[in-house]
């Protein structure tokens, strides 16, 4: 079993940041860590927040790899799997409209 503890003052931190999101996908991931955190199972957490719990495990390792920045951090799935770069993207765009 994962070892899910989060500090208090992680747990603080974690619900001043769901305070300020208006993105109801960060604010579950959010909620999930500070629940993960909290005591309770993946599974508990997945069944409260209607979401995978896959996804509940994986959030919690991107918090605990590279805090509250990683976890709320939206890739994007399209140049993830083209494993494009932003200035690829970019440079895409501008040729679709200025041929």
Request: aromatic share 10%; hydrophobic share 45%.
């Amino acid at each position: 079993m994962e070892d899910y503890q989060l500090s208090q003052d992680q747990i603080a931190s974690l619900k001043a940041l769901h305070r300020t999101l208006r993105d109801k996908r960060l604010a579950y991931r959010v909620n999930a860590v500070i629940l993960l955190g909290s005591g309770w199972s993946p599974s508990q957490v997945a069944e409260a927040l209607l979401v995978d719990e896959k996804s509940i495990r994986n959030w919690f390792v991107r918090h605990d790899e590279g805090g509250e920045e990683r976890l709320i951090l939206l890739d994007t799935v399209a140049a993830k799997r083209a494993n494009w770069s932003w200035q690829g993207l970019a440079n895409l765009a501008e040729c679709a409209f200025y041929p």
